[in-house]
């Protein structure tokens, strides 16, 4: 199963969740270039629990290398599948964290779920030689954070059968639980880090994810909050939405609702659709003309019910009609 966005749209722009990610990004590239350095450069910056129980070892990096390496380790990734990963699954459930907590407490959030999650890591593996490395416990507190926020959102999600796409709706909450539940499964099969998958750390950041956001939405929000709210809002809806089309008694046309922001409507945009309609799932691409205004509506040609039987035989029409928000 492979993500591709949630149907819940942030209200801001992400402007703390997408620097993470191009720091990641950043760093990870100067990771590349370390070449024969590379082990060493992630066994000084990641996090090896060896090197805080074993007195030996400890004794060859200094106090704020143990100290930093709670934070550093979370920016370093093994590979280009490693860093994807992560970062996709931050860009899709990261929005709407940050949307609900604000740019400032998402970033000591973010943080102080990366931490907590190494820390899940290095009580359960204690005398581990091998480094953890990896955004993934402080995204999983992203995850947990977001089951509490929306869990009846839905998670559009890719399955490839036999190389053909086929496209579904997951609720959060089950796509989430599922995921969670996988983490204890491969943490009590392995020792906590088979595979090099740090899963304890997983764990313990989804749970402390769910319990920082409470600590944090009890919080008074911040004097600048506001301000800067209103310079992240966002100028245009989700490129790629979902409708779920209707189609009622004998009509033959399909009625279905797409959602435009006032920046969209004055310039007009393009939009990709997913329509489900029984068993047929597709992709289509909507052009919005500019000026249309609230009410309108958008034909999709020959997208509608199967009018065989009708009079007039042939296929319905779809026809979306215009939300601007």
């Known amino acids: 199963m492979i993500p591709l966005r949630d149907t819940t749209p942030a209200k801001n722009y992400p402007v703390v969740n997408n620097a993470i990610i191009g720091i990641n990004v950043v760093i990870f590239i100067l990771q590349l270039s370390q070449g024969a350095e590379w082990n060493k450069f992630v066994f000084t910056f990641g996090l090896v629990p060896a090197r805080y129980s074993i007195p030996q070892i400890s004794a060859y990096f200094s106090a704020p290398q143990q100290v930093f390496s709670f934070v550093t380790f979370m920016f370093l990734h093994g590979g280009i599948w490693h860093l994807l990963g992560n970062m996709w699954s931050l860009f899709i459930f990261g929005d709407n964290v940050e949307d609900r907590l604000g740019p400032l407490r998402y970033l000591m959030f973010y943080l102080i779920c990366g931490v907590a999650s190494g820390g ?48 579904i709706e997951i609720p959060a909450y089950f796509f989430l639980g599922i995921w969670f539940l996988l983490q204890f499964i491969n943490a009590a099969a392995g020792q906590g880090q088979a595979g090099g998958v740090a899963w304890w750390a997983h764990i313990g950041g ?15 929000g911040a004097g600048p909050r506001t301000k800067i709210r209103r310079v992240t809002a966002r100028k245009k809806t989700p490129h790629l939405q979902v409708i779920r089309p209707i189609g009622p008694g004998p009509d033959p046309h399909l009625y279905g609702v797409i959602t435009i922001s006032p920046h969209e409507a004055a310039g007009g945009t393009r939009k990709l659709v997913n329509i489900p ?15 249309i205004k609230e009410g309108s509506r958008l034909r999709l040609k020959g997208l509608g019910k199967d009018a065989g039987s009708n009079d007039r035989g042939g296929r319905g029409n779809l026809y979306l009609k215009v939300r601007i928000q």
């Open 120 to 167: 899940s890591h290095l009580l359960l593996n204690w005398h581990s030689n091998l480094p953890t490395i990896g955004a993934s416990g402080a995204i999983a507190g992203v995850m947990g954070a977001y089951f509490i926020l929306h869990p009846r959102s839905k998670i559009l999600t890719l399955i490839p059968i036999f190389f053909i796409p086929y496209f």
């Open 277 to 291: 309609w029984g068993f047929r799932k597709r992709l289509f691409r909507v052009s919005v003309p500019p000026g």
């Open 206 to 220: 989804f749970i402390f994810g769910i319990i920082f956001l409470k600590i944090l939405l009890a919080l008074p």
